[in-house]
């Protein structure tokens, strides 16, 4: 038998404006059963399985509410069902072992949980949940899908300081769960936002495992060719990519594409030139990979067009040793002409590195799993589409050259004089400002500000004491011995005083903290932490409203003297050369702590 | 101090330019301790002594603080350039007390003199501020030298207290102090605390000390501001316990503790304003209006 069952009184409602049909609520570990008080109603029994509902969610417990709702979906067509209870205690019974129940087949399901996915469902849910409800339901709802288990734990993984205080909070049964994670959150929702941390990056090798594996004793070679790779070369060739959508699977099956593309490269990379040209010639599909890249060509010529024409290229035109043979050294008194013909390729490795680079910077713009090879096409295509689409238009693009030659043919003589953005400083009146000797009001008093009349007497005084310096010399001794002792014990006290309550060297007194040992500072960490999370809990439940508000008080109080005697003790076991400190530091704790009880004793008076 | 700091001091050697409060609405009155002028000049003057003594490349300069005037009184460096060939036509050299001494009676008698009838109450004080800038200047010129001494520093011996219409001036040069890592010590030999001085030596990094018994003042003196830069790295010295951070309004010059401040050039008011006077931004801000000061033309 179902160990626990809840029985409530409760409404079915069709939506948050319904009436409701009355009747009777019964929620086991399996799944709930609705049973309503006048059979005469339409509604029949219902009995509803935990398998099928998704999740659950219910109405905040303000002091405006006066429903207590508890709704919960189902994966059938967004079918939900909304219910009523008769106070928030039974909701929140019924909310919890629904909670449980539903935690506990969740992990029997198999749904894959990646955040980015399964964010997706509940989006629609939440929305769902704001559509229908309304009024009733106010936008904090919990969640208490598997998705926000997911992320509460990795948050506790990830945190240790905050699992040791979930562990001694919630599990020790002051808090519950729901009061803990509303606190957290933003953090929360931080979490989710993430998602994947990193994406994966496109490969540099550049083809280079594309490598084959040449057998010594049989004439075969080998090319082993991934899905990726071959992502990689439609991006980086698009000649390649134009003449796999038009021959594949028409003219001929991937494999003998494939094939004849290796062929071509293997050539190519064996340098043999006389074969390449000589197969090409042969068959006019090799030729395709043996010759140029004819899109990668028309695209880099588009780019020149769009070099700013304000750049000085004619002095770089020597240095252009790619398109000089020879590097432009002379060899044997005459220049090398070897006449690349048009069938080979003439592009350097140079070429290929600035194409991979191109292909690297504009990102990798598939999501989909490379699964096929067909699927890499048409995506790589759909990729390339969008992009020329995104290209900017000519016209915008001719205004920003001109604006840009302009810019550049500007003589900065001939130009008038600008305004400066800001202000510069203008002091309205310096005499005000910089004179010290006009005062302009009242003066704080003094210890001895004279009339004018003993103003003069003072004056004369002091002439009388300056003339007479010369004549009455030193006195000697110039300080009695007893005198300059007494000063000297007492400034080294203050001192040593000083040094005992402050530290030694401000240094110190930064890092007091880990001047303790080990184990006090984790002490004191722990302490601080938990108390200032009962604290923030404490003071958020005045004004105190509810029967529930007022037992969660009273569990805070309790755990709250437990901690304060705790921290009392840990001050007595505080070893002596830090008591001090140590009791300096969780002063302002136990000050707070002395506060909260105050406040709850006079609240309990009052009530 | 930063790092910087600490690197360039790494001798034992000081070149001090000592401020003297020569007020003398101050010191014509009977404190409640006896202390008289000549007890105290007598003790600076020993003191200045003994820090030529520590090592032959100190540097002393003295600057008497007067009500309304500043002057240089005394210049160990110049002095010593002249020396030799004074000796020559002068049987008995001066001994360094007389000459300050002189200079400082000069000082009082044209002090006096300036001022035809007595100051207003309002213009007591002591002229910090103006002595501030004097030893800055002073110090300026001597690092350009050939022969810069290392580690300059200021101490002041003030006995009036604070003049709250000086404040501005008094926070420029110690901001400037600061810039230059001059550091500011301050001896109080008044009754009353001096929050301008307790903020230059929490900012510059000196040490500011009001001396519970005067007559002492010497002691005091010996032990604590006689040490140089380079050993204060290493030696205990009685630090304060807290700052006074109060400043003065810019409009009626009296202390204050909350106050108004322009958010264009900082300066503090007691109460609220239509326009800064300092700078002439426009505090009233209308419904829908710029938010952005266009320069006057």
Redo the contacts between chains.
């Keep these: 038998m179902d160990p626990t069952v809840v029985t409530v009184q409760a409404k079915y409602l069709m939506n948050p404006k319904d009436q409701g049909v009355a009747g009777v609520l019964m929620v086991t570990a399996r799944g709930l059963k609705f049973t309503p008080h006048n059979p005469s109603v339409s509604l029949e029994m219902m009995d509803v399985d935990f398998a099928v509902i998704k999740s659950h969610t219910v109405s905040k417990e303000t002091p405006k509410m006066k429903k207590a709702f508890m709704k919960l979906s189902t994966e059938v067509e967004d079918r939900a069902y909304l219910f009523e209870f008769q106070n928030f205690q039974e909701r929140e019974m019924c909310r919890d072992v629904v909670a449980n129940a539903l935690a506990k087949q969740k992990p029997s399901s198999s749904s894959s949980i990646q955040p980015p996915s399964s964010t997706t469902p509940s989006r629609p849910l939440t929305n769902s949940v704001q559509a229908a409800s309304g009024k009733s339901v106010s936008g904090a709802t919990d969640q208490l899908d598997l998705v926000g288990m997911e992320r509460r734990l990795k948050l506790l993984q990830g945190d240790s300081a905050l699992q040791k205080l979930h562990k001694q909070l919630v599990i020790n049964g002051i808090l519950s769960e729901h009061e803990f994670w509303a606190a957290r959150k933003n953090v929360l929702d931080g979490e989710k936002a993430q998602g994947p941390k990193q994406q994966t990056g496109i490969r540099s090798a550049m083809l280079a495992d594309v490598r084959p594996l040449t057998d010594g004793r049989t004439n075969k070679v080998t090319f082993n060719l991934t899905p990726e790779i071959i992502h990689q070369i439609f991006a980086e060739k698009p000649a390649v990519h134009r003449a796999f959508l038009m021959n594949v699977p028409s003219k001929m099956t991937e494999l003998a594409f494939w094939t004849k593309y290796c062929r071509a490269e293997y050539l190519y990379r064996t340098k043999n030139a006389a074969a390449a040209a000589a197969e090409a010639a042969d068959d006019e599909d090799l030729a395709v990979f043996t010759k140029e890249d004819d899109i990668v060509l028309s695209s880099s010529r588009r780019k020149i067009q769009r070099v700013d024409p304000t750049l000085d290229m004619a002095a770089d035109s020597n240095d252009d040793y790619l398109s000089i043979s020879g590097h432009g050294v002379v060899r044997d008194g005459m220049k090398e002409s070897m006449e690349p013909t048009e069938s080979t390729r003439k592009h350097s490795i140079v070429h290929g590195i600035n194409r991979h680079a191109a292909v690297v910077l504009d990102g990798r713009p598939l999501d989909t799993e490379l699964t096929d090879t067909a699927t890499v096409a048409h995506a790589v295509a759909r990729a390339q589409q969008m992009e020329s689409a995104e290209a900017e238009t000519d016209t915008e693009f001719q205004k920003r050259r001109m604006e840009r030659v302009h810019q550049m043919t500007e003589m900065d003589d001939l130009k008038g004089p600008s305004s400066s953005s800001f202000v510069p400083l203008t002091i309205q009146d310096p005499r005000k400002y910089f004179d010290s000797t006009i005062p302009t009001g009242e003066l704080t008093k003094t210890g001895a500000i004279p009339t004018p009349r003993s103003a003069l007497e003072v004056v004369h005084g002091f002439k009388q004491q300056v003339s007479g310096l010369l004549i009455s010399g030193f006195k000697d001794p110039l300080i009695s011995p007893e005198l300059s002792y007494k000063i000297l014990a007492d400034v080294t006290q203050t001192i040593v005083r000083r040094q005992h309550t402050m530290g030694t060297t401000t240094a110190d007194r930064q890092n007091i903290l880990d001047s303790f040992p080990h184990t006090t500072r984790e002490e004191v960490m722990t302490h601080v932490a938990t108390v200032n999370e009962l604290l923030r809990h404490f003071w958020a439940s005045y004004p105190l409203t509810s029967a529930l508000l007022v037992q969660k008080v009273v569990r805070l109080k309790d755990a709250m003297s437990g901690i304060y005697k705790r921290i009392q003790e840990s001050k007595e076991a505080a070893p002596s050369e830090i008591r001090h400190l140590f009791s300096q530091l969780l002063q302002p704790l136990v000050q707070a702590l002395d506060a909260a009880f105050a406040h709850y004793d006079t609240e309990s008076a009052k009530r | 101090m930063s790092s910087a700091m600490s690197a360039a001091r790494s001798d034992d050697v000081s070149a001090v330019v000592i401020l003297l409060d020569v007020n003398?609405?101050?010191?014509?009155?009977k404190t409640s301790t006896g202390f008289?002028?000549?007890?105290f000049?007598?003790?600076v003057?020993?003191f200045i002594n003994c820090i030529l003594l520590l090592s032959h490349l100190n540097q002393v300069t003295v600057i008497a603080m007067g009500a309304?005037a500043c002057t240089f009184l005394y210049d160990s460096a110049a002095i010593d350039g002249t020396a030799s060939g004074r000796s020559k036509r002068d049987k008995q050299p001066e001994s360094r007390?007389?000459t300050i001494?002189?200079k400082?009676?000069e000082f009082?008698k044209k002090d006096?003199a300036a001022e035809t009838n007595?100051?207003?109450?309002?213009?007591?004080f002591s002229?910090l501020?103006g002595s501030l800038s004097m030893a800055l200047c002073y110090i300026q010129r001597i690092l350009r030298k050939p022969t810069a001494p290392p580690q300059p520093r200021i101490l002041c011996v003030q006995g009036?207290?604070d003049?709250?219409?000086?404040y501005?001036?008094v926070m420029n040069s110690i901001f400037s102090a600061q810039r230059c890592s001059v550091p500011i010590d301050a001896c109080i030999v008044?009754?009353?605390h001096s929050a301008f001085l307790q903020q230059a030596s929490h900012i510059t990094g000196g040490i500011y000390m009001k001396?519970?018994?005067p007559?002492?003042l010497?002691?005091?003196l010996m032990?604590?501001f006689a040490t140089d830069l380079y050993s204060r790295q290493f030696l205990?010295?009685?630090?304060s316990?807290g700052v006074d951070f109060r400043a003065s309004c810019?409009?009626?010059?009296?202390?204050i503790d909350m106050g108004f401040v322009c958010s264009v050039?900082l300066s503090i008011f007691c109460k609220h304003h239509k326009a800064c006077?300092?700078?002439?931004a426009n505090f009233n801000v209308k419904k829908g209006g710029q938010k952005r000061?266009?320069?006057s033309s």
Aim: one cysteine or more; charged letters at 10%.
């Design positions: 003398p609405y101050f010191w014509g009155t008289t002028f000549e007890q000049f007598q003790h003057l020993v309304s007390s007389t001494t002189q400082l009676q009082v006096e007595l100051a207003p109450v309002e213009n007591q002229n501020s009036f207290p003049a709250p219409q000086q501005i001036a008044g009754s009353q001396p519970p018994q007559e002492g010497f002691q005091y032990m604590v205990q010295l009685p630090r316990a810019f409009c009626h010059k009296r202390t050039c006077s300092t700078c002439g000061k266009q320069p």
